[in-house]
Every structure is written in C-alpha cells, then in structure tokens.
T-cell receptor
Framework: DAGVIQSPRHEVTEMGQEVTLRCKPI?????LFWYRQTMMRGLELLIY????????DSGMPEDRFSAKMPNASFSTLKIQPSEPRDSAVYFC???????????FGNGTRLTVT | AQRVTQPEKLLSVFKGAPVELKCNYS??????LFWYVQYSRQRLQLLLR??SRESIKGFTADLNKGETSFHLKKPFAQEEDSAMYYC????????????FGSGTRLQVQP
C-alpha cells in the first residue's frame, strides 16, 4: 500500500485564486482527517470525516474553506479565495476507525503570494 | 475544551545526554495521549501511545494525571532521534479526532 496520497506536493498561487488540495486515503480506512501545520500553531485539525460524512468541521477557519468526501477513496480541501495567511502545509490522514492510529500523507505545501 | 501544550519549540542536546520533551494537557475527562514524530523528509508517524505502556526506540512516556503531563523521555539521545515531536490528545467523549500540540524540534548534536 502506498499509504495516504496527497496532491499536489507543492502549490504556489496568487492571492484571490482558488486552490484545491486532494487526498486519497488508505484503502479500507473509514476515517479521514485534514490538518494544517504552521510554525506558530503547529498541527490544527480542520475537519474530519467518518464513512464519508463530515463529523467535526469546527476547525475550518472561515467560509473560504470547504471540504468534501464524495466517496471512500477521495477527498478535497478547497480554499476560495486564497489569502497569504493560508500559506501552510496541509496534511491529510486516515485511519481504519476514529480511535485507531493516524496514517499521514506527505502533505501539500501551499504558498499564497 | 481540550488543549495540548508543548512549551519548548526547540530542544538541543548532545549525543548520549538524557532527553525530556515536555507535554501538558488540559482536559476534564480521561484522555488518551500519544506522541507522533516526523523525521526529516518522512511522514508524520505514531511513536507511542500511553495505553500501550511500551518503549519505542528507547523512548518512554508516562501519563501523570495529577500533573496533567505526558512527557517523552529517553535516557541517552542518539543523532537519529533528531526530528519534530508532537504530543496529541484524544478525548474520551465527543470529539474523537486528535488534538495536537505545537510541536518540539529535537536536535541531537554529535
């Protein structure tokens, strides 16, 4: 298994543009998590899904952020419009159950200029 | 609300010295505590969890409910221990997703 797959690895965009980050969880994992990593705040949970249903999106910073999980093998995190303060590394993680250890992807490094 | 605090952003020690990475939490129930590690150019991965009461790569961590702490310790640091370490908490009710601390970078110098 290739593990959790995120794309793109790096994204550089201009302020105001739409950004879409993608995640493919490990096959058979029912829970999927989006985290944001910054120097100042470390790892912050944005949203998590269980069986494709959003369970907790209280960490989504603003309405500019949205996440979907249309099926068990794919999720997207969209930012529209993007702002420089959104620059961070965005991690996707999955687990076989909400209580199981997380398996992280390699992350997407987003830079908004 | 649950919160995890890692007071040190950077901890630098020499090879062979003891290491203690501090983690304190605030939560009123019975949490489950974890340490995750991210080595250079690798994915963030689970190092250990308190319910397992195990030693991984020489690291141990004991949950101290009185002090609400879960410090990570190793008696003799190795250069390959250099990495970013995150303490994390899972609540026993409600929100089941992990809450992470801000992380501590451990530098082990030769």
């Amino acid at each position: 298994d290739a593990g959790v797959i995120q794309s793109p690895r790096h994204e550089v965009t201009e302020m105001g543009q739409e950004v879409t980050l993608r995640c493919k969880p490990i096959s058979g994992h029912n829970s999927l998590f989006w985290y944001r990593q910054t120097m100042m705040r470390g790892l912050e949970l944005l949203i998590y899904f269980n069986n494709n249903v959003p369970i907790d999106d209280s960490g989504m910073p603003e309405d500019r952020f949205s996440a979907k999980m249309p099926n068990a093998s794919f999720s997207t995190l969209k930012i529209q419009p993007s702002e420089p303060r959104d620059s961070a590394v965005y991690f996707c993680a999955s687990s076989s159950h909400p209580d199981s250890p997380l398996h992280f992807g390699n992350g997407t490094r987003l830079t908004v200029t | 609300a649950q919160r995890v605090t890692q007071p040190e952003k950077l901890l630098s020690v020499f090879k062979g010295a003891p290491v203690e990475l501090k983690c304190n939490y605030s939560y009123s129930g019975s949490p489950e505590l974890f340490w995750y590690v991210q080595y250079s150019r690798q994915r963030l991965q689970l190092l250990l969890r308190h319910i397992s009461r195990e030693s991984i790569k020489g690291f141990t961590a004991d949950l101290n409910k009185g002090e609400t702490s879960f410090h990570l310790k190793k008696p003799f640091a190795q250069e390959e221990d250099s990495a970013m370490y995150y303490c994390a908490l899972r609540s026993d009710t409600g929100r089941r997703a992990l809450t992470f601390g801000s992380g501590t970078r451990l530098q082990v110098q030769p």
